[in-house]
């Protein structure tokens, strides 16, 4: 037997460099190969893994609910206790009127409910997104993915679809009252985690008022806590209509959602009937291990915790080749001059028993997003491990 020609053979691959590291186990903010090697991780399953790896309150979670029941019906027929509990706990902490939940298998899934929704209530066709932008890999959700280099291959795909740039006002004026929805991630993540400025999506909040278009705000990476607050909408005094959410909210498990108004939610329910439809979202599993990991992100001062996590890294992450810090909370990259450079620090830091990765878009960047509860010890070390890459990395580039 051998695992990495099997890997290579008979498993689906994404790229035609995969790192293919043999996993034995993983526990808190490590993970560990089939030679005993324990790597701290930086990445936390590119921002999935909320409380690192097999959260005993996760697993326990898990284990209940599989002892009284996993799938018994199709979504929205069934009162379930964890997925109804878990909706319920997400609608009481997120502004007013987003007070109904969909749950789906993933955040590109919520991505295709929300265009779907948006069209459905405006009765327009037209959808704005942004340049570089990522919101799933899906044809609906690739379709507003500004990066033609990923969608070349695959068109057509879907129509009337056009594109701002992130943080340009004057791209404004595209939305028009032919938009039925304009879909933005709150922080750009595959584009190199670049935050709105200058009140940009309260901008965008009053343009789409203006012209009657539905604001979808995509929170997939940014959301449940990973920049200090539970979404990041919430720091710029808004409200959309639409908001889209996964990775983190699973704790490791897989799942998506997107909240709107019960009044909007309302008509995916008829004319036509089962306007969207899923079997296995809500699963009650899946929906277990998410109830637990919002009640353990919604405690005191969990969050903030993480803005002060976030001070720790920037104040430790200083070396003359890194020439920028984006993002916010644990949702951080670095930049460096050049994808070469980037591309040596990652693997260098793997070498050394560090989990780093690439972001889509912006090779010059390097990933860091370690589990929101990662100590301050942990964050301590892989930070040297990091400035010691960098600069071997540099000096024999």
Sequence with gaps: MNPKSDFLTYQAQTTTHPLAMEIAHAEGAYVYDKNGKAYLDFVAGVSACSLGHKPKIVVDA?????????????????????????????????????????????????????????????????????????????????????AEEQNSAFRPLIPGVGFVRFNDFNDLKKITQKTAGVILETIQGGAGFIVPEKDYLKAVRKRCDEVGAILILDEIQSGIGRTGVLFEFMNHNIVPDIVITGKGLGGGMPIGAFIASKKHMDLLRENPKLGHITTFGGHPVIAA??????????????????????????????????????????MLAILVATPELATKIILRCQDKGLILFWLLFEGCAIRITPPLNITDADLLKGTEILLEAINYCTVNN
């Design 62 to 146: 898990i284990k209940k609910q599989v002892d009284s029941y996993m799938h018994v019906m199709v979504y929205g027929e069934y009162i379930q206790d964890t997925p109804l509990a878990l909706s319920k706990l997400l609608a009481e902490n997120i502004p007013n009127p987003l007070n109904t939940v969909y749950l789906t298998n993933s955040g590109t899934e919520a991505t295709e409910g929300a265009l779907k929704l948006a069209k459905r209530i405006t009765g327009r066709m037209e959808i704005i997104s942004a340049k570089n932008a990522y919101h799933g890999n899906t044809q609906g959700a690739m379709s507003v993915c500004g």
């Design 289 to 330: 291990a998410a109830l637990a990991t919002l009640q353990e992100i919604l405690k005191v001062d969990f969050m903030q915790a993480v803005l002060a996590k976030e001070a720790l890294l920037r104040e430790q992450l200083k070396h003359p080749a890194i020439q920028e810090i984006r993002g916010k909370g644990l």
